[in-house]
């Protein structure tokens, strides 16, 4: 925002973002209205992601990816994705490659690595994640959907509600309990994908933003596992989940951060333009002050954002931290949302302004991926052990 010089990336970095910058404003901004009419994105655009290389980049080379163990490539293809406003694929890009892969690439079967990692490199498969269910929210250990040991098989039955990516995926990391007298150590994490009987999904939720996000049920009715698609080993999907959350909360304020530039950078360009009382609203005090505060704001949660990114890729990044930065930043792009609403007045309130969709979308930013107030009291064990 003030032009500070960002040390975290590199030349190659930049050069990686400019190529991802252009593909942006070729093959996703002009279709994104069209996108959030249908509620989903186009399968299209995900063959496309995966052509150019901007789909699990850290996957081996032998199972189609570029093998990048660098997380600060992955962080500026979710960065560049916020910044150009089209909430829906800055999160569900960013889902497939960062939250769902990791779980394929640490814990599946080399049998099931070699069946879905190059088709979700490629963008052939589309991932998700299914914890969340009906009757349970952020209470994981709650879960009600069962996997039965059957042999050379598992019997799965259940539903999951609230998934990104649902409607179109093709491959689903499944959360269910294989004991439930333990607990969260009854937890066990399965591969499902869409060729398996008794897997079927609901239609698209209407939601209050993030239209162009394909959010839906999930319902199993003794769908048949095979055994090599259970993830790491039986009762470890608690841990596994908790391992791999702390990633995907770093994504959340990623996109939260950059969303929330999004707007701003809107809303200044809005209010040099626009006139009232004779004379530009970027004149009147309200209006600067405001801006500054918010310009300040976002460039603390950028850098801070960098340092966490840096910690991650040294392997430092632990639980409370990424809990600590999903918190700040959603509630940061809450708030820069909420503003620059009001900075425009009643056009803030027209979708057809980037402003109202980013003020829509954003809201949710504060639920998924964990509630904020379960961010707080993570946290808060943290700062207490």
Request: charged fraction near 25%; proline fraction near 3%.
């Amino acid at each position: 925002m003030f032009g500070l010089h960002r040390s975290l990336f590199t030349e190659e970095h930049q050069l990686f973002r400019q190529s991802v910058r252009d593909f942006i404003s070729r093959e996703i901004t002009p279709h994104n209205a069209d996108w959030e009419k249908q509620k989903m994105v186009s399968r299209d655009s995900w063959l496309k992601l995966g052509e150019n290389g901007f789909l699990g980049i850290q996957a081996p080379e032998e199972l189609g990816g570029l093998n990048i163990q660098d997380f600060r490539y992955n962080a500026i293809l979710i960065e560049e994705l916020g910044l150009s406003g089209c909430s829906g694929p800055a999160i569900g890009y960013p889902l497939h490659s960062d939250i769902v892969m990791p779980y394929v690439l640490h814990y599946a079967t080399a049998e099931a690595k070699q069946k879905y990692i190059p088709k979700m490199v490629s963008g052939e498969y589309i991932g998700a994640v299914a914890m969340t269910e009906p009757g349970a929210g952020s209470d994981l250990q709650g879960m009600r959907t069962t996997a039965v040991d059957r042999g050379d098989h598992y019997v799965i039955n259940g539903s999951k509600t609230f998934i990104t990516n649902g409607y179109l995926s093709d491959v689903v990391v499944v959360a269910a309990k294989t004991d439930p007298s333990k607990g969260a150590k009854g937890i066990s994490l399965f591969l499902m994908d869409n060729h398996m009987q008794g897997f079927s999904k609901g239609v698209p939720f209407e939601k209050v933003g993030l239209h162009a996000q394909d959010t839906c049920e999930l319902f199993f009715e003794d769908v048949l596992v095979p055994k090599e698609n259970l993830l790491g080993k039986v009762g470890e999907g608690f841990k596994y989940l908790m391992t791999e959350l702390a990633q995907e909360r770093l994504v959340v304020a990623l996109a939260a951060i950059a969303l929330a530039e999004f707007a701003l950078k809107s809303t200044i360009d809005y209010v040099k333009q626009r006139k009232a009382f004779g004379k530009a609203i970027s004149e009147f005090q309200n209006t600067r002050f405001k801006l500054a505060e918010m310009a300040a704001q976002v460039e603390q949660g950028r850098i801070y954002c960098d340092y966490l990114v840096s910690l991650h890729n040294e392997g430092k990044l632990d639980s409370a931290m990424a809990s600590a930065a999903k918190y700040n930043m959603t509630e940061l792009q809450c708030k820069v949302a909420d503003e620059c609403v009001q900075l425009h007045g009643g056009y803030g309130y027209m979708w057809e302004y980037g402003v109202a969709r980013a003020w829509a979308d954003a809201r949710v930013q504060r639920i998924y991926a964990g509630t904020n107030e379960i961010m707080k009291e993570l946290i808060a064990r943290k700062i207490l052990s």
